[in-house]
């Protein structure tokens, strides 16, 4: 365990989560701090809040409310549909610069609270086209952010390299794949647990569970 303290980009989803039983195995002091942007659905911060708590994990939520004025997508309007890009567009599910605020307002918070380390559930292998979730920005930020404040803040994106079926893997090394299963909220329709089965973001996870219990039990009978 790293003597150090970090802050974890918290949504209540189950990257996030992943990241915060990581980051709770790896750091000796964990905070968490989930962005209130008027999301579609205010079920995430409450996830976010009850998990935290029940992991004894200290939790801001800050007001980024401005965002939403700002850049309205899918995730902040009832009124525009989820849908996958066409034609080399962005998924209307994209927050333009989300990321970019979050992960400032997050070394500002580090700044001030003590920590020296940051980690986002950013992932560049099984996204849904997001620029912001790629590699080459994090790294980009990170000395931005280490310039901005004069700080050695470092970003740790611990998925950034796995598929859905390596992130359930992860969180089954961690003890906390149940845990993550049932107690995370991922589904762009606001469903807790397995969500509504026929969005993105479920059927991404979805696949990637099925995936991961696959390839474990032809593991096991392999070994029989």
Known sequence: MIQEKAIVVFSGGQDSTTCLFWAKERFSEVEAVTFDYGQRHRLEIECAAEIAQELGVKHHILDMSLLNQLAPSALTRNEIEVADGKDDELPSSFVPGRNLVFLSFAGILAAQVGAKYIVTGVCETDFSGYPDCRDIFIKSLNVTLNLSMD???????????LNKAQTW???DS?????????RTLTCYNGIKSDGCGT??????????LEQYISSKKNEQQAQM
């Open 151 to 161: 700080k050695a803040f470092v970003i740790e994106t611990p998925l950034m390299w």
């Open 199 to 208: 969005c993105p973001a479920c059927k991404l996870r979805q696949r990637g």
């Open 174 to 182: 961690l003890g906390a794949l149940e845990f993550i299963r049932e």
């Open 169 to 171: 893997e992860l969180a």
